[in-house]
């Protein structure tokens, strides 16, 4: 079983700063899933990525596969950014994707 | 709109009773997920759909679950006898490739079980 965790649990920082939260996995995966849950449920996938770096405006997401970990980044963050950041990765072989619990990041004017 | 639409967005209902959450994928997408969410966790797996077929389900989904998606469109998710333990936040997804196709979530359906 694919046992997913996150780093740090929660995150507060001052509007401005630049922010990494990181995920670890135990198992090899095709592909790894970021996502943004605001208050009141909603989720929204930020990305998907298998290999390298991916760019998004201010958000960048990275994965290292021989490491299994993967980190995202916000630069010049802003309070909008506050939300819960959820990493996400596929189960062996099946299609069920198991998450981690989340980073609750909180952005201060 | 042609994002994931979840109907109704809250529930409140006495325990025992049964309830039905109702999600509406983005049209062309053939792949369609259940998932559960309870305070302070990440999403568990329920189930998920491949156009009609049910193909995968989990453990978590006790006799009581039971999901469809007839015609491949629209799916249900009903909860009979419900028990307090089954609170939680309904969130569906959809998507268009294999797991690692991008996937589209609802704002989630809420239920709170008295």
């Known amino acids: 079983k694919n046992e997913v965790e ?14 990494t939260i990181n995920c670890s996995y135990s198992v090899g995966i095709s592909a790894l899933h970021w996502l943004q849950q605001h208050p009141g449920g909603g989720i929204v996938s930020l990305f998907m990525l298998s290999s390298g770096k991916k760019k998004h ?11 299994k970990h993967s980190s995202l980044h916000i630069t010049a963050s802003h309070p ?5 950041y959820i990493c996400a990765v596929p189960q062996g072989g099946s299609e069920k ?3 981690g619990k989340g980073t609750k990041l909180t952005v201060n004017p | 709109d042609t994002g994931v639409s979840q109907n109704p967005r809250h529930k409140i209902t006495k ?18 997920y259940w998932y559960r969410q309870t305070l302070g966790q990440g999403p568990e797996f329920l189930t998920y759909f491949q156009n009609e077929a049910q193909l995968e389900k ?3 989904l006790s006799d009581r679950f039971s999901a469809e998606r007839p015609k491949g469109s629209f799916s249900t998710l009903e909860i009979q006898r419900t028990e307090q333990g089954d609170s939680a936040m309904y969130l569906c997804a959809s998507s268009l490739m294999r ?4 996937l589209f979530f609802g704002e989630g359906s809420r239920l709170t079980v008295l």
């Open chain 1, 6 to 19: 996150q780093s740090p649990q929660n995150l507060t920082a001052q509007e401005g700063e630049f922010i």
């Open chain 1, 80 to 84: 909008r950014d506050s939300a819960v």
């Open chain 1, 97 to 99: 994707l198991v998450f």
């Open chain 2, 15 to 32: 325990r025992g009773q049964n309830v039905t959450f109702r999600c509406d994928p983005i049209s062309e997408h053939n792949r369609l």
């Open chain 2, 99 to 102: 797991n690692t196709g991008e």
């Open chain 1, 57 to 67: 405006g201010r958000l960048i997401a990275t994965i290292n596969i021989q490491e």
């Open chain 2, 58 to 60: 989990s453990r978590l």
